[in-house]
Structures are given as C-alpha cells and as structure tokens.
C-alpha cells in the first residue's frame, strides 16, 4: 500500500517504502526519547550550577546514571490510588498526556526526503508531512488539556483540582498567543506544510523577519509547558504541587516524561519554524544533527530562564497573556501580512 | 484499504457509544468527557474522508475551546456530584413523542435511499485529490466565494461575544480589580 491511499499523511510523489517509514518512525521516536533522561540530568546539573551547588554527581561517573535511577526508584513505587479518586480517569489520565505529547513528534522534520540514500532506500527524515503542518500540533495541544485536567479532578483533591482549573485557564490563553506568534511565518512562507517551511528558509532564517513573532512564541511556549516562570499550575509554595499533587510512581513518571515530551517538541517546533530546521554549515548529512543541536539550545534557554525569573502571580500572568503578549502577536501579524502583499 | 476500514468502525462505534454514553449518563462530568470522545471520533471520521484541516479544526474549536469551557463550568459550578434532575411532567411526557417523530424521519430517509451506496465506493475525489480538503483550497474558498458568509459568521460571533460580557457584567455589577481589592489576597500589590 503507497502512502497515497494512506490518508494523504506523507509527502505525495515521492515513493517510500511501509518499511522506510516504520524504520524512520521508530528511530525519530528513539532519539526522541532518549534526548528526555539527557535531558533532565543536564537540567538539574545546571540548575544545580546556577545556585551554586553541584547538582547530581554520586551515580555514575559526573552523576550520569542519576535518570536512570530516579525512572528505577518511580516505577518500583507502590501503585496508589487515593480514596476520593475517580479512578478510570485517574489512570487515563497521564496517558492522555504521554500520548498527545508522543504524538507530536511526528511532524518534526529532522530533514529532507533523502533518494538513494543510506543501503540505497528511499527515504524520509520525518514522521509524516502533513498539509495542516502546525496545526496538527495544536489539535493534539488541544487534548493534551484533558490530560491535566483529568488528573487534577479526578484526584479528589482541592490543590490538584486548584491546578488543573488554573492550567486550563493558562492554556487557553497562551495557546492563542502562540497560535498567533506562528501565522506571521506561515503568511511569509505561504504554506503549513513544516517540511516546505524549513526548505523557504534556506536563505535567512524566519527568525530575523519574525524576531517579534519569536519571542511571543518563547514566552507562549513557557506557559504552554508549564514552565517557570509560568509553572503556576504546579507552584510547589500555593498548591503543593498543582495537577500532580496525588500522583505518585509510574503514573507520575508518565506526566513528568510528557512534560519534557512537550517541551523537546516545543522546541522542535521553534527550530522548524524560526531556526531554520536541518539548514546550518557543512554537508547535507548533518541536517539532523543540527536540529538536534537548535533544539538542545532553545532547551537550555528554558532552563536558564527557569534558574533565573521567579514565578509570576496569577492576574499577572493573564493580563500579560491577554494585554501584552496576543495585541503584539496581532500588530505583528499586520506588518508581515501588509509586507507580504506589497514588498 | 483494510487499515481504513478498520480505523472506520472504531471511530464509528467512538461517535456512537460517546453520544449515546451523553444522554445515557447521570453524572454531568461524564456526559461532556463523553461528548469529548463523540468529537474526536468524528475528527478521526473526518481525516478518513480526506479533509485533514475540518478534523484539525474540529479537535482545536470544539475539543480544544468549546468542550474545555464546558469542562470548566461543570467542573465548576455544575456540582459533579449531584445527578442531574430528573425533571418530570411535561418534558418526561413530551420526550418519546420527539424521539418516536424522529426515528420515523429517519427510517423514513434510510429506508426511501434503500442504501444503495452502501454497495459503492462513494463520491469520487475530484480530479486535484491532492489539493481537496487542504487549508490552501478551504482558505481561498473562504476567501472567494464564501467572502460573505464569512463574514457574516464572524460578525455575528462577534456580536455574541459582546453582548455576552455586557449581560453578565449588568447581572453581577462587577467592580474594577485594583491592587487593594481583597480578590487578590489582602492587597499584595502594595507589597
């Protein structure tokens, strides 16, 4: 079966293989995931650099193995469910979120179609290319919701209950504001398509005509995962610890993974949008490489920031949503499309 | 064709259950989570007759907005631990005679088509299949030959919206937040 019949998910016109493509699949997931333990040691490393202490170093050697043994410690945990829990969604819920966040790697593109390529296969390095692009990315943000939200009503408890209502108050806010921050480029590049808008920045990077667009998106994408100085929803001194707070061993593992889930692909996102995705110095085989390389920078950038601001109040934190960050996304979103029409 | 077929009765027998499990359950919390899963079963349905950006705007407007503003509310204030009223008299008297009125329509309509589709493939793609159902065409459509209504939907929208926010603020007299109202806990902006 070619993939023209497939529901129109992969690039039409070019033949792949079903086996290409599971074999693709499984290695996009594989890097993926496995960025995710690389991920939280280097963030508690810096973290722990920022505040002048030494972070994890006692496993392995530099504290290597710390994810390793924290992932051991949460799934030999005993498997607890609170009295006043509903439980099916209760445990539907963290799959809700692990998912959707799963689910949005797949239109990351880690590079081109490749023709004759490695054991001379067609071949290509993304998951599917869809024609809604972003969007996809969006619909699926918009059930990552019911993930939190679930979690949080389900455990019977007024500080998850607390969080959950305020992550769905901050989601619905700052995903308009996104939304927004990535029209300007879609208008400049003329298609939703992720693979045709990293191949329209082959000169300059979307980062330089849309640097407002940029940053909304950065701050947009702080809210959107949850983050400091943004991590409301969690603060640890209000609400013990938001959505999460009666979660406890794998189950909580899966919120935390997709978190960091959310936020490599949020990044993945700001790469193929602004960053100019695979482009960057030497041959064409390091397109990959550099993706991956953009998206550990935007990750530290998270992290940094995480170190460095301390958590807003909550009015603050919408009208900034509502009264700066979506009318500057909106002016923008004039300027490039008068731009686009007359220059 | 097979993976379609498949991925077609899943998300049929999705749409039906999620909207039979609506009316069927008591607990009002459950109803909208079901109407959720009614939604996303027709996105899926969607996807499988080519139009990826209806089933992306179904998941992002009605599973992302609409049903997240029910979630809230019922959550809320809808008290999720109360069944929802029996209700009685009229409405338990009237209620089969509309369901009764309608499952006649419907056989009616089922019955008069003689399902001879069900035999068919169905309507064809037309000749640009690629293009059909992408944001590009539904956008320059929009744009084009659908301008007005467009608009006029949006306009409406609009209206709503408004009207919506001076109702409420009429109802409840809502006072200005400064930085002293006791809302924000005992006027931390000053600190």
């Given at each position: ?6 529901l ?17 699949s ?16 280097v ?6 650099r920022?505040q002048?202490?030494y ?37 539907i ?32 390095l ?16 918009a ?13 019977g ?29 879609i208008?400049?590049s ?15 990077w ?6 407002v ?5 950065l ?19 209000e ?46 085989w ?5 993706v ?21 109040r909550?009015d603050?934190l919408?009208?900034?949503g ?22 | 064709?097979v993976?379609?077929g498949?991925?077609?009765f899943?998300?049929a027998?999705?749409?039906?259950g ?22 996303f079963a ?11 950006f ?17 979630v809230?509310?019922?959550s ?5 631990d109360?069944?929802?009223d ?38 064809k ?20 030959k659908y301008?007005?209504?467009?608009e ?7 209206v ?21 109202s ?10």
């Amino acid at each position: 079966m070619s993939h023209s019949v497939a529901l129109q998910l992969a690039t039409v016109g070019f033949e792949v293989s079903v086996w290409a493509q599971v074999i693709v699949s499984f290695l996009i997931f594989f890097v993926v995931f496995n960025m995710i333990p690389m991920v939280l040691l280097v963030e508690r490393k810096v973290l722990g650099r920022f505040q002048g202490r030494y972070g994890p170093n006692r496993v392995g050697p530099f504290g290597m193995f710390q994810p390793l043994v924290d992932i051991a410690k949460l799934a030999s945990k005993e498997d607890f469910i609170p009295r006043n829990a509903s439980k099916m969604i209760f445990i539907i819920a963290p799959v809700i979120s692990l998912f959707t966040a799963i689910a949005t790697i797949a239109i990351l593109p880690f590079g081109n179609t490749v023709e004759d390529g490695l054991f001379g296969a067609n071949y290509t390095l993304y998951g599917i290319d869809v024609s809604i692009g972003v969007l996809y990315a969006f619909a699926f943000g918009a059930i990552a919701f019911y993930g939190l939200m679930l979690g949080g009503w389900a455990s019977g408890s007024k500080y998850s209950f607390l969080g959950a209502m305020r992550s769905a108050a901050q989601l619905i806010s700052y995903e308009l504001a996104a939304g927004l921050s990535l029209v300007g480029v879609i208008m400049m590049s003329g298609t939703l398509s992720m693979t045709e808008i990293v191949n329209k920045q082959d000169g300059t990077w979307f980062i330089i005509p849309q640097f407002v667009g940029f940053l909304v998106f950065l701050v947009a994408a702080f809210a959107e995962t949850n983050r400091a100085p943004f991590d409301l929803v969690e603060a640890d001194a209000e609400l013990v610890a938001g959505y999460q707070t009666e979660y406890g061993g794998i189950r909580f593992a899966a919120f935390m993974l997709a978190e960091y889930m959310n936020m490599i692909v949020l990044s993945g996102i700001g790469v193929t949008m602004f960053l100019g995705g695979w482009h960057g110095p030497g041959p064409d085989w390091l397109g990959p490489i550099w993706v991956l390389v953009k998206i550990f920078i935007l990750l530290l950038f998270f992290m940094w920031i995480r170190a460095t601001l301390p958590r807003l109040r909550y009015d603050q934190l919408m009208s900034f949503g509502w009264k700066i960050l979506i009318p500057l996304a909106t002016i923008n979103l004039m300027v490039t499309a008068v731009l686009v029409v007359y220059a | 064709m097979v993976l379609q077929g498949i991925l077609f009765f899943i998300a049929a027998a999705g749409a039906i259950g999620g909207a039979v499990a609506v009316v069927l359950l008591r607990n009002p919390f459950f109803s909208v989570l079901a109407l959720v899963c009614h939604l996303f079963a027709l996105a899926v349905l969607f996807l499988l007759l080519y139009a990826q950006f209806i089933a992306a705007a179904q998941l992002i407007v009605y599973a992302g907005a609409v049903m997240v503003l029910y979630v809230f509310v019922v959550s809320y204030v809808g008290g999720a631990d109360e069944p929802i009223d029996e209700g009685g008299g009229a409405p338990r008297a009237l209620a089969p005679i509309f369901a009764g009125a309608l499952l006649v329509v419907l056989a009616l309509a089922l019955a008069g088509s003689a399902l001879t589709l069900l035999d068919t493939n169905g309507a064809k793609l037309p000749d640009n299949g690629n293009a059909y159902g992408t944001p590009e065409q539904i956008g320059e459509l929009l744009l084009t030959k659908y301008l007005l209504p467009f608009e006029v939907a949006s306009f409406l929208l609009t209206v709503a919206a408004v009207c919506a926010v001076v109702l409420a603020r009429r109802r409840r007299g809502l006072e200005e937040l400064t930085d002293d109202s006791p809302l924000l806990g005992e006027g931390l902006g000053k600190r």
